[in-house]
């Protein structure tokens, strides 16, 4: 058994080193017995997690957590190496090799590899329309559109329908197969029937904006029914966006929650 550490973030007990749940729970390892350990470690030593097994200890719940959290990575783990596997750590779109991440494909078929493709950043800001679409990059569609992935040929339909105003688009929807139930997954979100325009939420000057972002108020604000001091010159950090309205943003002034008009905000610099 290694030695609990409780002056250090980092457990130092060989089975948890570098474990990232007791980041979030506490500060050591958070298992001061010892007895602990050896119940978590023979529980990992195990395929699955019966209950009855999780009430050996009193501190169920807190291990329960601990051990699922575990799984949970240990599966998304897999998901990825499977995922990889299958790109060749390549865009699965524009065969990009820059900054490859999973893709949920929605809405969610079976919960595993086959709902999800790996896409580089610029695919994928394209693809949740975070940024406007630059069709120059989807000449890719018309080789990726043949992928034997039905995720890849699903994104790639919808992909080919935002961009159905420009003929080469439309000469490839005339050509893409998929069968029955992949085109029923492919409609099932409506995306197809956007155009290539992306409502985006941008700042007096254009700039956009995303949640998260720190913005300034470039003009005082009367705030109805508060007394709220919004000065011009009033900085706003981590702001929201509200999905559905791109003149709105939320953010906290003075503890309170408002929303604010994206026209009368400077984005700040980093
Ligand atoms: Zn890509």
């Given at each position: 058994?290694?030695?609990?550490?409780?002056?250090?973030?980092?457990c130092?007990?060989?089975?948890?080193?570098?474990?990232?749940?007791?980041?979030?729970i506490?500060?050591s390892?958070?298992?001061?017995?010892v007895?602990?350990?050896?119940v978590?470690?023979s529980?990992?030593?195990?395929?699955y997690v019966?209950?009855?097994?999780?009430?050996w200890?009193?501190?169920t719940?807190?291990?329960?957590r601990i051990?699922?959290a575990?799984?949970?990575?240990?599966?998304?783990m897999?998901l990825?190496?499977?995922?990889?596997?299958?790109c060749e750590?390549?865009?699965?779109?524009c065969?990009?090799?820059?900054?490859i991440?999973?893709?949920e494909?929605?809405?969610q078929q079976n919960?595993?590899a086959?709902?999800c493709?790996?896409?580089?950043?610029?695919?994928r800001?394209?693809?949740?329309?975070?940024?406007?679409?630059n069709?120059?990059?989807?000449?890719?569609?018309?080789?990726s559109?043949?992928?034997?992935?039905?995720?890849?040929?699903?994104v790639?339909?919808?992909?080919?329908?935002?961009?159905?105003?420009?003929?080469?688009?439309?000469?490839?929807l005339?050509?893409?197969?998929?069968d029955?139930e992949t085109?029923?997954?492919?409609?099932a979100?409506?995306?197809?029937?956007?155009d290539?325009t992306?409502?985006?939420?941008?700042?007096?000057?254009?700039?956009?904006?995303?949640?998260?972002?720190?913005v300034v108020?470039?003009?005082?604000?009367?705030?109805?029914?508060?007394?709220?001091?919004?000065k011009?010159?009033?900085?706003?950090?981590?702001i929201?966006?509200?999905?559905?309205?791109?003149?709105?943003?939320?953010?906290?002034?003075?503890?309170?929650?408002?929303?604010?008009?994206?026209r009368?905000?400077r984005?700040?610099?980093?």
């Open positions: 058994m290694g030695k609990l550490s409780t002056n250090t973030l980092v130092q007990h060989a089975f948890c080193r570098g474990f990232y749940a007791h980041k979030e506490n500060s390892c958070g298992i001061p017995a007895a602990g350990h050896d978590f470690t529980l990992l030593s195990i395929s019966s209950e009855n097994a999780l009430k200890t009193p501190r719940e807190y291990i329960k051990i699922f575990h799984l949970i990575k240990k599966e998304s897999k990825e190496a499977l995922l990889l596997a299958r750590n390549k865009c699965e779109l065969k990009s090799g820059e900054d991440q999973i893709y494909v929605l809405p919960g595993d086959e709902d493709i790996m896409l580089c950043n610029v695919c800001t394209q693809v949740e329309k975070k940024a406007e679409l069709s120059g990059h989807w000449y890719c569609l018309s080789e559109m043949w992928s034997e992935v039905p995720g890849v040929q699903v790639a339909w919808r992909m080919l329908n935002r961009l159905r105003n420009e003929s080469w688009a439309a000469d490839n005339d050509m893409i197969y998929l029955d085109l029923a997954w492919a409609k979100t409506g995306d197809h029937e956007n290539a992306v409502e985006l939420h941008k700042d007096c000057n254009g700039q956009l904006l995303q949640s998260g972002d720190t108020l470039i003009k005082s604000l009367d705030v109805k029914g508060s007394t709220l001091n919004a011009m010159g009033t900085v706003v950090k981590n929201r966006i509200v999905e559905d309205n791109t003149e709105q943003i939320e953010g906290k002034i003075e503890g309170q929650t408002i929303v604010i008009l994206t009368y905000v984005k700040q610099g980093i």
